[in-house]
């Protein structure tokens, strides 16, 4: 398992909650002692220009530089994640700002390049993969994700409504030459949610891990979306990231 992480991930880059000062400081703690932490580039316009228009992209760059160069950087790490896993190497993006609020030519919910649709659209203009899976178990329904592929017949967005509904909808699915999965973790117990455990995560690792086993080859990356309970936010990537790890022994 690697965590693709940057140093300016911690930096305050807006007023909203997922940019506060210290949201990723006891992650960053909790995981560097178990994995091995890789650092992303930012990137490149034509990589989000697949996913976004120009008007959208300038109206971002036009605001604060160092908010441009964090939004750049979070969609590098997702681009980063998704070629590692395209490896077989599970990979989890603990990145900032998020992005599955993030549409084609507008943004909102602490999202402003949705980094999930750029990882996946560049695999897919690059030839490296024909289609992708994505799964979104943040507690908001990833409104931006979906509509950039709704009418992609190449690409899969479902958003989780509980684990085991999770379950029937994998058992349907064929296979998919690379999973990709919207981590928030805002329905934590301790969390905004307020419904699931840490056993919760671990089972939900598992289970995209099983099925990243069985139907992707292994390739499976996961990127931070929600998650505001900071003290504890570590520790719900972790066991997911345990689940995961379980389901490739």
Known sequence: MKIIFHPKYLEVYASDPAAARGRLDT???ILKARYEFIEPTI?????????????????????????????????GGAIEASEIALRGDPCFGLIRP???HASRDSCWGFCWFNNMAVAIKRLIALDKIKNGLIVDFDLHFGD???GIFNEDPKVIYHHMDSISSLEKFLESCGEFDILGVSAGFDRYINDWGGLLSLDDYKHLGQLLGNFAKQKTKGRIFSLLEGGYN???LGYCIESYLEGIEKSFC
């Open 230 to 232: 900071h003290k504890e």
């Open 144 to 146: 931006g994700t979906n």
């Open 98 to 100: 998020p992005g599955h």
């Open 27 to 29: 992650s960053v703690e």
């Open 43 to 75: 990137a490149q316009e034509q990589d989000i220009l697949l996913v976004h228009t120009e008007d959208h992209f300038d109206r971002i760059a036009s605001k604060s530089s160092h908010l441009f160069t964090l939004a750049l950087l979070a969609a």
